[in-house]
C-alpha cells in the first residue's frame, strides 16, 4: 500500500532560521511523482513542488529547496531563512498509479516566530 | 481563471439532515476531485471524476455519500442523514488530463466546512 509519513507534528523556529520538514514515503511503483502543498491559515492548498521518480536532482527555488533521496524514500523540503509568512501547514504527497489522486501525509504544523 | 470554487464555504446543519457541496472546477480541467480533511490530519481522498465518469470511490465514501459530475463541468457532494463524525472540511480539487496522470498538479478550492450538531 502506498503511504507518505510526516513524522514531525509541529515545529516551532525563529524568524531567519533555517528549516528541515520531513517526507518519507512507501510505493511499489516504478514511476510515481512527489508533492508538496502548503496550507496557510486561510484553509486553501497550494501546490510548492512536483518531482518524479526518475530525477533525484535537488531543486532550489527562492528560499525553498528539495532534497529527493530514492534509496531512502525521502522528499524533504528546506526553508532557508524562514520568515513569519512562511506559518502554515505544509503537505507532502505521492501520486497513486494513474489516477492522478494524491496520497497526503498527516502534515507539519511550522509556526515561525518574530 | 478564478481557479477552483466551492459552495457553501461554511454550513452548519443538525445531525440527519441533508447537506450538498458544489464545486466549480477551472473550466478547461478535465478531473475533479474530492477530498476530507478532518483537524489535525492530511486531506483524504474520496472519488474524483474524468469529465462526468466517477472512476473512483474511496470505502470512506458510505451509502450516504454521493457525488455527481453531471455535464462534466460543476460537481456536487451530497451527504444524506448527516452524522457528527460527518464533521470535517470537504475540499474539491481539478487538474488537466496530461499523458501521465500521476504527474498532474491538483488545484484546490478553499473548501467547505461541515459542522454538525
Known amino acids: 500500500a502506498q503511504k507518505v509519513t510526516q513524522a514531525q507534528t509541529e515545529i516551532s523556529v525563529v524568524e531567519k532560521e533555517d528549516v528541515t520538514l520531513d517526507c518519507v514515503y512507501e510505493?511499489?511503483?516504478?514511476?510515481?511523482?512527489l508533492f508538496w502543498y502548503k496550507q496557510p491559515p486561510s484553509g486553501e492548498l497550494v501546490f510548492l513542488i512536483r518531482?518524479?521518480?526518475?530525477?533525484?536532482q535537488n531543486e532550489i527555488s527562492g528560499r525553498y529547496s528539495w532534497n529527493f533521496q530514492k534509496s531512502t524514500s525521502s522528499f524533504n523540503f528546506t526553508i532557508t531563512a524562514s520568515q513569519v509568512v512562511d506559518s502554515a501547514v505544509y503537505f507532502c504527497a505521492l501520486s497513486e498509479g494513474n489516477t492522478g489522486k494524491l496520497i497526503f501525509g498527516q502534515g507539519t504544523t511550522l509556526q515561525v516566530k518574530p | 481563471d478564478t481557479g477552483v470554487s466551492q459552495d457553501p464555504r461554511h454550513k452548519i446543519t443538525k445531525r440527519g439532515q441533508n447537506v450538498t457541496f458544489r464545486c466549480d472546477p477551472i473550466?478547461?480541467?478535465?478531473?475533479l476531485y474530492w477530498y476530507r480533511q478532518t483537524l489535525g490530519q492530511g486531506p483524504e481522498f474520496l472519488t474524483y471524476?474524468?469529465?462526468?465518469?466517477?472512476?473512483?470511490k474511496s470505502r470512506l465514501l458510505s451509502d450516504r455519500f454521493s457525488a455527481e459530475r453531471p455535464k462534466g463541468s460543476f460537481s456536487t457532494l451530497e451527504i444524506q442523514r448527516t452524522e457528527q463524525g460527518d464533521s470535517a472540511m470537504y475540499l474539491c480539487a481539478s487538474s488537466p488530463l496530461e499523458p501521465l496522470a500521476g504527474a498532474n498538479v491538483l488545484t484546490f478550492g478553499a473548501g467547505s466546512r461541515l459542522t454538525v450538531l
Open positions: 510505493t511499489r511503483d516504478t514511476t510515481y511523482y
Open positions: 473550466s478547461e480541467h478535465n478531473r
Open positions: 471524476f474524468q469529465n462526468e465518469a466517477q472512476l473512483e
Open positions: 518531482r518524479n521518480s526518475f530525477d533525484e
